[in-house]
């Protein structure tokens, strides 16, 4: 039986052979980064197929490559830096094409590297969200993170700012979520 979360009722979440723990920290910011701070940008696709915990992701480089994977989540429902398990499938063209025929719900951003974090600028209905995140090896590195100035609110423990909820998203329900934090998209 599924939690809310996604996860196995009555569970604990712990690593196994093929997945890690998950730690990061996800914020808000009223603009997105400008050139000067960016070390790396890419346009990402995610497919979050029906009925599943499963995402595809494309994610295209702007030196031409292209990388593209399965990724399964499995979340926690605790507030904090933990998000849950994840397990990663790097795929060739030809199986992405194939999962990519399947149902799902499709989610476009540009990811921008702006050390040390990774910020995310929506495209579509999500248009104006900028979301920044910050990755963790431990739980002492999650808790003890200073995040940069830019970042206006912290939403890590805000369910509505995951991937998973995001594709689901109106414009209007963005927009009251994002005054909630007093930001007003243009």
């Known amino acids: 039986m599924m939690d809310k979360a996604g996860g196995v009722q009555g569970q604990s979440v712990y690593p196994g052979k093929y997945s890690r723990v998950e730690r990061e920290r996800r914020f808000l910011l009223a603009e997105p980064p400008t050139s000067s701070t960016t070390t790396l940008a890419r346009l990402i696709t995610d497919r979050y197929l029906v009925g599943t915990r499963l995402r595809l992701r494309r994610a295209d480089f702007s030196d031409g490559h292209c990388e593209r994977k399965l990724t399964q989540k499995v979340p926690v429902s605790r507030p904090g830096g933990v998000q849950g398990l994840i397990t990663n499938t790097y795929l060739s063209p030809t199986e992405y094409d194939l999962l990519a025929s399947l149902p799902a719900a499709v989610l476009s951003k540009t990811r921008f590297s702006v050390p040390p974090l990774g910020v995310d600028v929506f495209d579509g209905p999500l248009q104006g969200l900028v979301l920044a995140e910050a990755e963790f090896t431990t739980d002492e590195e999650a808790k003890s993170f200073v995040p940069p100035s830019e ?27 994002l005054a909630e934090y007093g930001l007003r998209p243009h």
């Not at 890590?156 to 109106?170: I, K, Y």
Request: glycine share 12%; net charge negative.
């Open 151 to 177: 970042c206006v609110a912290e939403v890590t423990d805000d369910v509505r700012f995951t991937g998973g909820r995001l594709v689901e998203t109106t414009r209007q329900e963005l927009l009251g979520w």
